[in-house]
């Protein structure tokens, strides 16, 4: 189990089979940073191609299709003060006939973002909200590793592999599962938000470059289909898709299959619990394909 310290000279704006930047293995660690939305790193430079740029890939030996990734995010930290976001809702998301009333352009509005003091706080005082701050809870927006059938999708998108999944629940602490699905898995990590609300509604979290510090471990002839994640409290599995009702049946569909392989459960036993004890969160409802949570609380699981 080694720690690796990299730093990143080349980055890519789609998911697929590219060159490995590292090898690494089972148990190990990687210490590493990435640019935010639009290829701009901790010191603002203009590194990379706008539209999440990735940091990667990062190829896992041993790993072989049927087998399961596990990522665990051990430490995720901006690192500069600068944010950014956009300044208008999606029209996607209001009554069609609110659209008008959405400013013109969608404009960026800038944060101040302290780890210090744990919150981001609006610059802009152009707005009735004057300098209104917010609590930080640092996340990847877009990350997975590289889909099937020799693709490159772009990090505007996700699907089985991940990509841009906006889920405001990835952060320090959570394991994600993701199904691997070329040798090496060929693992990317990118698209840092200090903070951001359920849906991405506005397009964008408070983008800034990150710290980040993750390990992985290889599950030897674990078969999953769609992206799984567990912190202390929850299980969580992810559908992505459009419309919206076909990443919730993605989304269910993985969590019935984990209760019934892992967790011992008949279809009816599983029917049962998560009828009355199922929890649901957006993940993204702005992007080409849109991202559903589907949770159940780990205590929920005990017969105990």
């Known amino acids: 189990m080694a720690i690796h310290h990299f730093t990143p000279t080349i980055y890519y704006t789609a998911m697929g089979t590219y060159p490995p930047v590292l090898e690494i293995a089972d148990g190990d660690t990687v210490i590493t940073t990435t640019v935010d939305a639009r290829g701009q790193d901790s010191f603002h430079r203009q590194v990379a191609e706008r539209g999440n740029p990735q940091t990667g890939p990062f190829l896992i030996s041993r790993a072989e299709p049927g ?3 596990a990522v665990h995010f051990d430490r995720l930290r901006p690192n500069r003060r600068q944010g950014w976001t956009a300044a208008s809702l999606a029209p996607n998301v209001v009554d069609p006939d609110f659209v008008p009333r959405l400013p013109s352009e ?3 509005v800038e944060w101040d973002v302290d780890v210090e003091k744990w919150q981001a706080t609006l610059v802009s005082s152009e707005t009735a909200l004057g300098q209104y701050a917010v609590e930080l ?5 877009c990350f997975g590793v590289a889909p099937p059938r020799g693709q490159a ?5 996700s699907s089985t592999h991940g990509g841009n999944m906006d889920y405001r629940g990835f952060v320090e602490g959570v394991t994600v599962y993701f199904p691997v699905h070329v040798p090496g898995a060929l693992l990317f990590v990118g698209d840092g938000h200090a903070v951001q609300g359920d849906g991405e509604i506005v397009g964008t ?5 990150f710290d980040v510090q993750f390990t992985v471990h290889l599950l030897k002839g674990k078969k999953i289909t769609w992206p ?7 299980l969580m599995t992810v559908g992505n898709a459009r419309p919206l009702d076909q990443a919730l049946q993605h989304a269910t569909t993985e969590l019935m299959h984990w209760l019934m392989e892992d967790y011992g459960l ?5 029917s049962i619990l998560l009828g009355q004890c199922v929890r649901y969160e957006v993940g993204n409802v702005f992007d080409p394909a849109y991202t559903m949570i589907c949770k159940i609380e780990k205590k929920r699981l005990s017969r105990g």
């Open 153 to 157: 999708i772009s990090t505007a998108t």
């Open 106 to 108: 969608r404009g960026l």
């Open 228 to 234: 799984r994640a567990e912190n202390s409290d929850y």
């Open 266 to 270: 008949d279809t009816r036993a599983a």
């Open 67 to 69: 087998d399961t990734l």
């Open 137 to 141: 809870s640092p996340m990847l927006g």
């Open 205 to 209: 979290g408070i983008e800034i470059s």
